[in-house]
């Protein structure tokens, strides 16, 4: 872990001013007349680029292509590292006012079908790598908030810096992306920013999207209304929250926090050895010794085959090369599934889902 925020570059997350995404983010590093400093941001993203890539002469214009997978040497797990504020679709949603066709209100709503998330070519990436990465057990992460139960509402404030700041603002983004990371097991997502420690499962998809932190700072995201256990979110996903360790509230039945000083993190486990590979996930308080019970009201401790959106079919048996990475693709060639087989050549019995 590597604390940088207000040290090598002061300023709002990585790069001095994330507050605004996609388009808008290209326009303040390239020109001086939208009330930034474009020389100041485009060192900041020079700095960033700089630490988490190597590259020697990072551009301060370009827009980045950060996404990356890291994979276990035996390839038994792998991170995947996206960025989801550089390449989504613009957060302006007030365009007939902005361009004084006159004050329609927000012609454009955060749910249109045409507001992306994701980058093309990073999308096309992250397509690809989950259809053919054939670890047993992934952790994807740079997704903040794909299910939308933070204030402010994102629903009834369409033009709100803080809620735009969620991946959810971007429906139909968020839709895509977790049916697609839904569609084989084995996949959690982690993410940050929201100064709340969550552990919450989608019941449809079986996805559990995790938060953690803040480290060094306070003042969590206030909940949405009808917050609770069992629960939809703003986009009406039917979510269980299994843990919630916040500034208010220590239980995700928000049980009023009773220590305060909520610093938190997240312990993940992935262990791939057994047959049905083992996820936990629990919020730990900072200071808190291994042995201590884990924050925020439940933990999690599952198999891969209980996530994920529920097969279609199952594979057959099927013996193959010892210890080799192997890949289904449908008739016309497209990815379906990556696997893993093991010593013995036998492929696990893997869902499949359409």
């Known amino acids: 872990m590597m604390r940088h925020w207000n040290v090598i570059n002061p300023g709002d997350h990585d790069h001095g001013m994330d507050d605004v995404k996609?388009?808008?983010?290209?326009?303040?590093?390239?020109?001086?007349?939208?009330?930034?400093?474009?020389?100041?941001?485009?060192?900041?993203?020079e700095i960033v680029q700089h630490l988490i890539s190597g590259d020697d002469s990072p551009s301060g214009r370009e827009n980045p292509r950060r996404w990356r997978r890291w994979r276990m040497p035996g390839g038994e797990f792998s991170l995947l590292i996206l960025d989801a504020r550089l390449w989504r679709t613009s957060q302006d949603t007030h365009i007939w006012a902005t361009e004084g066709w006159g004050d329609r209100g927000d012609v454009y709503d955060r749910k249109d079908p045409t507001r992306s998330l994701l980058g093309e070519e990073q999308y096309a990436w992250l397509e690809e790598t989950i259809k053919t990465d054939a670890s047993a057990l992934i952790c994807l992460t740079g997704i903040n908030g794909m299910h939308t139960i933070w204030q402010p509402s994102a629903e009834a404030e369409q033009r709100n810096r803080v809620a735009a700041d969620y991946a959810g603002?971007?429906?139909?983004?968020?839709?895509?992306?977790?049916?697609?990371?839904?569609?084989?097991?084995?996949?959690?997502?982690?993410?940050?920013?929201?100064?709340?420690?969550?552990?919450?499962?989608?019941?449809?998809?079986?996805?559990?999207?995790?938060?953690?932190?803040?480290?060094?700072?306070?003042?969590?995201?206030?909940?949405?209304?009808?917050?609770?256990?069992?629960?939809q979110d703003y986009d009406g996903r039917e979510l269980e929250v299994v843990a919630l360790y916040h500034q208010k509230y220590e239980a995700p039945d928000l049980r009023p926090q009773t220590n305060p000083g909520y610093w938190n993190f997240l312990e993940m486990e992935f262990d791939p050895r057994a047959a049905d590979p083992q996820i936990g996930l629990r919020l730990r308080r900072l200071n808190d010794p291994p042995a201590e019970r884990p924050r925020g009201g439940g933990q999690v401790d599952v198999g891969?085959?209980?996530?994920?959106?529920?097969?279609?079919?199952r594979l057959p048996p099927i013996r193959t090369l010892p210890n080799a990475d192997v890949r289904l693709a449908l008739s016309d060639g497209r990815p379906l599934r990556g696997l893993r087989s093991a010593a013995d050549g036998s492929l696990p019995r893997a869902g499949l889902t359409g």
């Open 22 to 45: 996609g388009p808008e983010q290209i326009a303040i590093r390239n020109r001086s007349d939208l009330g930034q400093d474009p020389e100041y941001m485009r060192r900041n993203f």
């Open 169 to 231: 603002w971007v429906k139909a983004g968020c839709d895509r992306v977790i049916e697609l990371v839904s569609s084989r097991e084995g996949v959690v997502s982690v993410y940050g920013d929201v100064h709340v420690g969550s552990i919450v499962r989608n019941r449809r998809c079986r996805l559990y999207e995790c938060s953690f932190g803040p480290i060094g700072r306070t003042g969590g995201r206030a909940v949405k209304p009808d917050f609770g256990p069992l629960m």
């Open 304 to 313: 891969a085959s209980q996530t994920g959106r529920p097969p279609d079919s």
